[in-house]
């Protein structure tokens, strides 16, 4: 039998992280067309409402159900606006472990959204959810969001050579493919102790917020 996510809700200080849902799609289509997000992720561009709606309606529920993963708007608490998004993928439930991606749209950038909002997953995933390894893999130029997974406590594990396509604005305006690395990171339980406290002292979760 597969093992899959609940479908769950985890609040934060600022956050609420819950399932996407199509009143989502217009600010979805926004973000996933951002410069950064296209330089860094594999996202087609132009992304469209259409694409944004089949991956809230279709392809999230089915990673979910089949127990591949799981995908979380993160939202402000206040404004119920959409800032970004936490994605699990890759999920091995016999190992009891998966690999966690974010992304934060522009205008929230430099908030400490992305560092409050997978802290939270972290905490939820070895507490509840007993997990007991979470993998991240950033782009090696992909500094801002090599940041996010040192903030929350994150090992360096290794660089992936050549295992990475970014993709580079040429002139005219397209989009072209570039080869560089992984680096690789792990997150494991007790990685996380004291890691809220030390955000809290450095003035809390102030960070640069990417797709990784």
Known sequence: MTST??????????LVLRA???????????????????AWTSVPQPFTEDGARTWITEYAPTERAQGRGLDLAVTEFLTQRL?????????????????????????ARGEGYASEAALATAQWLFGDQKFERIELRTAADNTASQQVAQKIGCISEG????????????EDGTWVDLRTDFI?????????????EQLADTGGFTSFSDWN
Not at 5 to 14: A, L, N, W
Not at 85 to 99: A, D, M, P, Y
Request: hydrophobic letters at 45%.
């Open 83 to 107: 800032v970004g998004v936490i994605q699990l993928g890759k999920t091995n439930w016999h190992v009891r472990s998966t690999e966690l991606s974010y992304i934060i749209a522009p205008w």
């Open 184 to 196: 690789v990171w792990s997150l494991l339980p007790e990685d996380l102790e004291g890691v809220g």
């Open 159 to 170: 660089v992936l050579r050549n295992a990475c396509i970014a993709r580079t604005r040429t």
């Open 5 to 14: 996510f609940p479908d769950i809700s985890i609040s934060t200080e600022r």
């Open 20 to 38: 996407l849902d199509e009143d989502d799609v217009p600010a979805l289509a926004e973000m996933m067309n951002d410069e950064m997000v296209a």
